[in-house]
């Protein structure tokens, strides 16, 4: 049985998975970091497409963070598709992926990035 079929009234995309990385600097990050980070939007559009885990929404720089979101219907899911390409980099302290069970307030898990958590 699937998440998405356990969590009744949930459609495909309510799930979700949003990962936010510091950057080196409290506004857009150096060069460095902006070529790291879109080398890292690449992979992880490119494995969630293949995997057909969910849709990429997208990225945004700002208030020192690089962050994507990721929907589908299974937040594990798209952790388990993001995790081997996010453990391939070092990310700074505060660095994290969430991983949202349903709608905007629903429960969700923090995973710490900057520690290389086991997934």
Do not use: C
């Amino acid at each position: 049985m699937t998440t998405a079929s356990i969590q009744s009234g949930n459609t495909a995309d309510d799930q979700a998975l949003i990962i936010k990385i510091r950057l080196s600097d409290d506004d857009m990050g150096s060069k460095e970091d902006e070529d790291r980070m879109f080398k890292l939007d690449d992979e992880l559009r490119d494995a969630i497409t293949k995997a057909q885990a969910g849709d990429y929404d997208g990225h945004e720089f700002g208030a020192g963070n690089f962050t994507v979101y990721i929907y589908g219907a299974s937040a594990e899911r798209l952790f388990e598709v993001a995790w081997p390409i996010l453990a391939l980099y070092e990310f700074r302290a505060g660095s994290h992926a969430i991983k949202r069970y349903g709608k905007p307030g629903a429960k969700k898990d923090i995973v710490p990035l900057d520690k290389k958590a086991e997934a």
